[in-house]
Each structure stands twice: as structure tokens, then as C-alpha cells.
């Protein structure tokens, strides 16, 4: 059976839900709130109730912004089923869509998928393969965590979606969910590491390298904190030298770049230009390598944080690099949006 998103959204509306300004307003997140936040989200409406849930975690860091928000995503779907996901936004790194979709489609199953993806292009034109990754988070946990038969599963799941990208959107989410285990919730646990720190790059075919590699460095700088418990440069460092070995070098410093602004957060919680410029300088090899990671994480700055601290990211580059990685700082070119690699 085939789903139209106008379908979904006359189905998710038989939740039916009044404003109620008495409704008393939850002032707790995460385990445990489940059930207030959803009869909160059905008495005030999920407008009404996002724009608590942005006050309330409007002081803590991006990371916990983005962990709290997939809590909300979920507590929105079994609120008001697929009719929230217009309520959410692309702020928060998109964690409400993540959590969102991941939960339809592991409820809904996957004749869901294709209307899904429509309505993210409709409520995020500009942004559009963002909010498709919390699809591929969803495809995932949909066929289950069993083996790689499930995860090749979802990648061709992925590969019928109209505009699949070959990093982001949809197989971008299929693997975060394999190495993170995103949709478990509070009981999330990363894949465990084996001999071949490069699977399931060096297993996948050939279409899905890319994103695969650009995705790895994510679950390397979790998965050796057993051997680095004390040291993110140590963690970051090591995950240079394994893209070094990597199929797809470029991307995976791209990667590498993709969790700076987390990664270099200071002892106030807050991403630290420094300390990220500090960081790309460990992980690299050589100034392609530095210059990739770098470009990513202006990139992520400009979105996440300031358009003064993404220059500032760039500011201290040879004058062809600088201008390059200004691009990415003004988000003018991105992963889905590629500009000539300067001579260096």
C-alpha cells in the first residue's frame, strides 16, 4: 500500500487536539517525561509546545540541543502521528526531524518512506537532504541491527528514494543509525569495533563508498575513547591516521570535520574555533587534508553557531585556500554542493 503525504497528514490528524492555554507546561526532558510531553504536545498544540521545548534548552550546548531535540521529535510523532512534521525545523542540527521520521518509519513501516521524503522536501527546500537523514535513520531500524544483510537493505532502500545524495540525505542516515544505534534511545550504544577498523566501507559497493567513508570518523572518535579515554586530540589524531588508509581520503577528512563543531566544544560546553583549527591541524597529513577538514567545519560554524566565528575558521589559510574555505563558511558551497578544489 502506497502513502500520499496528504493521506498521512488527514490520518495523523484524527489525533485530534484543542488549544488548551491551562495546560501546564512540562519543565523536564529526556527519560522519564515521555508521557507529559505527549499530553502536553496534544493539549497545547506542537507549536505551542516546540516553543517551550526551545526555551527550555535554549542555554545548553549544541550537542545537548541536538539529543534533546530527538527526544521532542519522538514525543511529537506519538503526539500527533505524521501531522507534526511540519512543526519540525532545521534548528538543533535537525534533531527533532531525525528522531521524527526515524520512529514513523520504524512505525509506519516502509510504504511511509516515499511520502515522508516528500514532506521533507516540502518543509525544508533549502535543506532538504538533512531532513532526509533522519529517513535513513529510520530505513535502518526498520530491517534491524542484525548483520550487514540489514544494512545493505536499507542502503537500496535508500537508492530507490527520488534525490538520494551520495553522502547526506538517506544514506548518511543509514550509517549513523549502524555505527550509533541512534533509534534505541536511551539505551544507544555504539557498534563494536573489530579487527577492520574500515568496515563496512571495505564491504559496501562501490555507489555507497563515499558515504560510507565520510560517516566512519563519526563512530572511530566514539569507539576509541576506550583506548584514549583522556584525550580528544589523541581520539582525533588517530582517526586522521586512519583516513589516511581509507577508500575515499578526501571525504573522510571531510568527515573528520563534520563532528569539529562538537568535538571542540571548551570548558564552557561552547564550540571553540581554536581548539577546532587545533584539531583538523592533528588529524591531517598534509594541507588537502587540512584544508577539507577545515572547509567543513566553517561550514558547520556558519550554520550552527556564527558566520564570524566560520570566518574565523578560515582566517589564518594561504590567500586560494582561505577564499575556498569561505565558500563552506557562507554555506555558498557544501557536501551536496561542490566547488573546484584549489591548487595547493
Request: some cysteine; glycine content about 8%; proline content about 5%.
Amino acid at each position: 500500500m502506497k502513502l500520499t503525504l496528504a493521506a498521512l497528514i488527514v490520518g495523523g490528524a484524527v489525533l485530534a487536539y484543542a488549544v488548551a492555554p491551562a495546560a501546564t507546561p512540562p519543565e523536564e526532558l529526556g527519560a522519564g517525561q515521555e508521557d507529559a510531553w505527549t499530553s502536553y504536545i496534544r493539549d497545547a498544540g506542537p507549536a505551542a509546545a516546540y516553543a517551550h521545548f526551545s526555551e527550555l534548552i535554549s542555554s545548553n550546548t549544541p550537542p545537548e540541543q541536538h539529543t534533546y531535540a530527538h527526544f521532542f521529535g519522538g514525543v511529537l510523532f506519538r503526539a500527533v502521528g505524521t501531522s507534526g512534521l511540519a512543526t519540525c525545523d532545521s534548528r538543533y542540527s535537525f534533531g527533532c526531524f531525525h528522531e521524527f521520521l526515524g520512529e514513523a518509519i520504524r512505525d509506519l513501516g516502509l510504504d511511509v518512506v516515499e511520502a515522508l521524503n516528500a514532506g521533507c522536501r516540502e518543509a525544508l527546500p533549502q535543506t532538504f537532504l538533512s531532513c532526509q537523514h533522519g529517513i535513513g535513520h529510520g530505513i535502518y531500524a526498520h530491517f534491524g541491527y542484525d548483520d550487514e544483510s540489514s544494512l545493505f537493505s536499507a542502503l537500496d532502500a535508500c537508492r530507490r528514494l527520488p534525490d538520494a545524495d551520495i553522502i547526506g540525505g538517506c544514506y548518511g542516515g543509514v550509517f549513523m543509525e549502524y555505527n550509533q544505534r541512534t533509534m534505541w534511545g536511551t539505551s544507544a550504544q555504539l557498534r563494536p569495533a573489530r579487527d577492520d577498523m574500515h568496515y563496512p566501507c571495505s564491504a559496501v559497493d562501490e555507489a555507497f563508498v563515499t558515504a560510507c567513508t565520510y560517516w566512519q570518523p563519526q563512530w572511530w572518535i566514539e569507539v576509541l575513547r576506550e583506548r584514549f579515554p583522556d584525550s580528544r586530540e589523541a581520539r582525533i589524531r588517530e582517526a586522521g591516521a586512519l583516513c589516511t588508509e581509507s577508500l575515499d581520503r578526501e571525504h573522510c577528512f571531510q568527515g573528520i570535520g563534520n563532528f569539529m563543531l562538537a568535538e571542540s566544544r571548551d570548558e564552557r560546553g561552547r564550540p571553540s574555533v581554536s581548539i577546532a583549527r587545533g584539531f583538523c591541524a592533528a588529524a591531517a597529513r598534509s594541507r588537502t587534508d587540512e584544508l577539507h577538514c577545515l572547509a567543513i567545519t566553517a561550514n558547520h560554524f556558519g550554520i550552527d553557531s556564527s558566520q564570524e566565528e566560520a570566518f574565523a575558521v578560515c582566517a589564518e589559510l594561504p590567500p586560494a585556500s582561505k577564499a575556498y574555505c569561505e565558500q563552506y563558511a557562507t554555506n555558498s558551497a557544501n557536501i551536496a554542493n561542490r566547488i573546484p578544489f584549489p591548487d595547493l
